[in-house]
C-alpha cells in the first residue's frame, strides 16, 4: 500500500532531507478551498470553533492557473489516497 512506500521513502531518504521536509510527513494537511478563480490555502476546519473561538492563518490567491493547479493537485491527492468510508451498518 501507498503508506508502506511512503514509510520507505522516508526511511531512504529522511537523513538527507531537512527538518522542514520531513515535518511534511506528520502535520502537512492544509485545506484548500477552490471557488471559481480563487484558492483559499489554510489549516482550518470548516467547523463552528474555527468560526468563533480560533484564529487561523490563511491566504487567498485569485488566478486561473493557480486555481487549476490546485484542482490538479487535489484531484491527485484524492486519487492515491486512502477512502475515508462510513463504518458499516449493523445487521
Not at 511512503?6 to 485545506?31: C, D, M, N, P, W
Amino acid at each position: 500500500p501507498l503508506t508502506q512506500l511512503t514509510e520507505k521513502f522516508f526511511q531512504y531518504f529522511g537523513g538527507s532531507l531537512g527538518g522542514r521536509i520531513r515535518e511534511l510527513r506528520s502535520v502537512f494537511h492544509a485545506k484548500v478551498y477552490i471557488f471559481d478563480d480563487s484558492v483559499t490555502l489554510s489549516g482550518a476546519n470548516l467547523s463552528k470553533i474555527y468560526f468563533t473561538t480560533r484564529q487561523d492563518r490563511y491566504v487567498t490567491l485569485t488566478s486561473p492557473s493557480i486555481s487549476e493547479f490546485y484542482l490538479k493537485l487535489t484531484t491527485l491527492f484524492s486519487e492515491i489516497s486512502l477512502p475515508v468510508l462510513p463504518p458499516p451498518s449493523p445487521p
